[in-house]
Nanobody, 128 residues
Framework: QVQVVESGGGLVQAGGSLRLSCVAS????????MGWFRQAPGKEREFVAA????????FYADSVKGRFTISRDIARNTVYLQMNSLEPEDTAVYYC?????????????????????WGQGTQVTVSS
């Protein structure tokens, strides 16, 4: 059973930074696409960023480009989401997902249903 565990959320002022971490057991990062999604109250879950397994290709939502960076440490089997210049609109529960597919196109990487394994989520709150 694959387990996905996120950590690193918290409360930060607008303009601040946070780094989220995600570990997926029973999978090596080179064999899965890892994605970050978020869900704000009353809204649908939306794509944030993803990194494909074999190629390490990166994908970002337009709303976070230039502010967020997804990366991975293969030795630690950990994926990170570095979030800078945070805005109150970034407030949400952030979820990490793992999918047994190689994301080549952005519309595939950003499709929620392509990811099979999910963590419980970590709250990120940005105060104005």
């Amino acid at each position: 059973q694959v387990q996905v565990v996120e950590s690193g959320g918290g409360l930060v002022q607008a303009g601040g930074s946070l780094r989220l971490s995600c570990v997926a057991s029973e999978r090596t990062l080179t064999s899965v696409t890892m994605g970050w999604f978020r869900q704000a109250p009353g809204k649908e879950r939306e794509f944030v960023a993803a990194i494909s397994g074999r190629s390490g290709r990166l994908f970002y939502a337009d709303s976070v480009k230039g502010r967020f960076t997804i990366s991975r440490d293969i030795a630690r089997n950990t994926v990170y989401l570095q979030m800078n210049s945070l805005e109150p609109e970034d407030t949400a529960v952030y979820y990490c997902g793992a999918g047994d597919f190689e994301a080549i196109l952005s519309f595939v990487a950003s499709t929620y249903s392509r990811y099979t394994y999910w963590g419980q989520g970590t709250q990120v709150t940005v105060s104005s």
